[in-house]
Every structure is written in C-alpha cells, then in structure tokens.
C-alpha cells in the first residue's frame, strides 16, 4: 500500500523560508514523478511544483518559480520542497502527490501559515 506522510509544516512570518518533506513508502519511488500541490481556505487545490524520477527536471507555477525548489532523494524515497520569500498568499495546505497505477495518490497534508 502506498503511503505519502508530511511531516513539518508551521507558522512562518513574510520573507522567510520554510521547508516540506514527504516520505513515500510501497513503491519503487525512483520509477515516479513526485508533485506537491497546496489548497488554501476556500480555493481549489493547485498544482505547486513536479519532479520527473529519473532525470530530476522540475516545473513550478509561476508564482512560486523564483522562491522554491523541488527535490528527491531516491535512496531515501523521499521528496522536498523548499520554500523561500514566503508571502501571506503562500498560506496554505501543501500535498504531496503521486499516480500510480492509474491512481492519483495524496498525502494527508500539512499547513503552512504565512503571517505578514
């Protein structure tokens, strides 16, 4: 069974940095593109960066472009998303994703705060 945990998350003021985890366990984690994804109060939930397995390119939405950075360690199944310059609008819930065998596979979350 596959399993995406975030740990971390928390309250952080404007302008500074913060840093998300996500360990998956019940795949070959190598073989997968890995996303996160955040949904803030009221909004749907958008894509926020990807990770290809093997070559390790990365996309961001444009408004994170400059700020973030997606990484992987596939030695530890792992996957990370720094955040810098953070904004209020940065305010959200953060998700790790991965589809699997036809399926699109979550994790259970974790908050990150904004204050200004």
């Known amino acids: 069974q596959v399993q995406l945990v975030e740990p971390g998350g928390g309250l952080v003021r404007s302008g500074r940095s913060l840093g998300l985890c996500c360990a998956a366990?019940?795949?070959?984690?190598?073989?997968?593109?890995m996303k996160w994804y955040r949904q803030a109060p009221g909004q749907k939930r958008e894509w926020v960066a990807s990770?290809?397995?093997?070559?390790?390119?990365?996309y961001y939405r444009t408004s994170v472009k400059d700020r973030s950075s997606i990484s992987r360690d596939n030695e530890e199944n792992m996957a990370y998303l720094q955040m810098n310059r953070l904004r209020p609008e940065d305010t959200a819930v953060y998700y790790c994703?991965?589809?699997?065998?036809?399926?699109?596979?979550w994790g259970q979350g974790t908050q990150v705060t904004v204050s200004s």
């Open positions: 990770i290809f397995p093997t070559n390790g390119g990365t």
């Open positions: 994703y991965v589809r699997d065998s036809g399926l699109d596979l």
């Open positions: 366990s019940g795949l070959s984690f190598w073989r997968y593109g």
